[in-house]
């Protein structure tokens, strides 16, 4: 599959966005999904993740109960709702996909595939 992340941009810090990531050559009921982002000078974080049939979700503690991450198979798309943005969420937002495995994970070394990220900004 191949993925391409939308709906970055710049918001003011207690606003909300919502990404999408959209996948193409293969269906994404296929595979495990996850949202990870890279601050300027940071590691690559783990944000959340959802079961093939988004009946399981696990979050990054400092994202629970701000962010939910969803999907729509039929669409063969992927989202996450992001409320309460703080200038601390400024990155690159990313989704991943992880085909083989049984569960999801935080470990971005199981997503063997990756969009190509969008840019999200928190003014204060």
């Known amino acids: 599959v191949q993925l391409q992340a939308y709906g970055g941009g710049l918001v003011q810090a207690g606003g909300s966005l919502r990404l999408s990531c959209v996948g193409s050559g293969d269906a994404m009921r296929n595979y495990i999904m996850g949202w990870f982002r890279q601050a300027p000078g940071k590691e690559r974080e783990f944000l959340a993740t959802?079961?093939?049939?988004?009946?399981?979700?696990d979050y990054a503690d400092f994202v629970k109960g701000r962010f939910t991450i969803s999907r729509d198979n039929t669409q063969n798309t992927m989202y996450l709702q992001m409320n309460t943005l703080e200038p601390e969420d400024t990155a690159v937002y990313y989704c991943?996909?992880?085909?083989?495995?049984?569960?999801?994970?935080?470990?971005?070394?199981?997503?063997?595939?990756w969009g190509q990220g969008t840019l999200v900004t928190v003014s204060s």
């Open positions: 991943a996909a992880d085909r083989f495995s049984r569960t999801g994970s935080t470990a971005d070394t199981q997503y063997r595939t």
């Open positions: 959802i079961s093939r049939g988004g009946n399981s979700r």
